[in-house]
């Protein structure tokens, strides 16, 4: 990856968690720690990797994306605000009574998402159903789905899991969004799934492990991905919660609440040193 192309991504992601902080500052709730985690891997995916038209949402041959943890909507909804599905005016109506974006994607009122989510476990499950369809139906768009690490403890994951391996659906590729602590604390601590590449890899999936803040990293999986025939692919990426705003960085108490003034203040001069720092 040359550095203008990496240079480019890193300012769409700065903008994304800006995004997000913007959405749960306003809404004064949300879950910005696995949003900001995530804003790396759904900026690379909605600006380079997945097919899609923002002036068609409902194009018949765009590439599916399903985010299994909805509750770290915000991320999903800055990305598609800047890739120009919706205005991001929008953002400052997070969570609010009739609003188009809710706390959880809704696929009936937001241009761009491509299922309900929200009940851990059922977002992979319906990526494995689209996945299904397409190699039914003979065609050769690809779903990507991500989830959170906490999401792993639901059973459901693991019968998807077993699904998709059973039918041979290449044409999907899981994102684990690996950044060690859920609701309740570490991981570790709360029930931890590990070993998690060893699961995968028992269940006959494809097991790609990055730095999912990395951008060589992550261009380099989902090519793997895309390359990869015959069975499913599974990309864990090691990530920070909070990335991005020092304060929130590993700090499970972001999991689930809105900055207030003088926080969101903070965080988001951080992020415009970091923009200004990148050319912007």
Not at 124 to 146: F, P
Request: include cysteine; proline fraction near 4%; charge should be negative.
């Amino acid at each position: 990856m040359d550095d203008a192309k990496k240079r480019s991504l890193q300012k769409l992601a700065c903008k994304v968690r800006m995004g997000v902080l913007e959405g749960v500052h306003s809404a004064k709730s949300g879950h910005p720690g696995g949003s900001l985690s995530a804003a790396d891997m759904i900026t690379y995916l909605y600006f380079q990797e997945l097919r899609v038209d923002p002036a068609n949402p409902h194009w018949e041959e765009r590439d599916r994306f399903v985010l299994s943890k909805g509750h770290c909507a915000p991320a999903l909804y800055a990305a598609l605000a800047l890739r120009g599905f919706f205005p991001q005016e929008e953002l400052k109506n997070l969570r609010h009574v009739g609003a188009m974006l809710q706390g959880h994607p809704n696929m009936n009122d937001t241009p761009g998402i491509d299922m309900s989510t929200g009940s851990l476990g059922q977002g992979i499950s319906a990526a494995c159903g689209m996945a299904l369809s397409a190699k039914l139906s003979e065609k050769d768009w690809r779903v990507c789905a991500m989830l959170g690490d906490g999401e792993l403890e639901e059973g459901l994951v693991w019968e998807a899991a077993m699904f998709a391996a059973f039918y041979k659906l290449d044409n999907l590729t899981a994102i684990v969004d690996y950044n060690g602590l859920q609701i309740d604390g570490r991981l570790s601590e709360v029930c931890s799934p590990e070993p998690i590449p060893e699961k995968f890899a028992a269940f006959g999936w494809n097991v790609v492990e990055i730095d999912g803040h990395d951008w060589e990293q992550i261009e380099d999986a989902l090519a793997q991905a895309r390359r990869t025939k015959g069975r499913p692919t599974v990309i864990i990426q090691k990530t920070i919660k909070g990335k991005g705003v020092s304060f929130m960085e590993d700090q499970v108490g972001w999991h689930g609440k809105g900055p207030d003034d003088e926080q969101y203040a903070a965080a988001m001069k951080e992020l415009n040193r970091q923009l200004e720092a990148l050319g912007e």
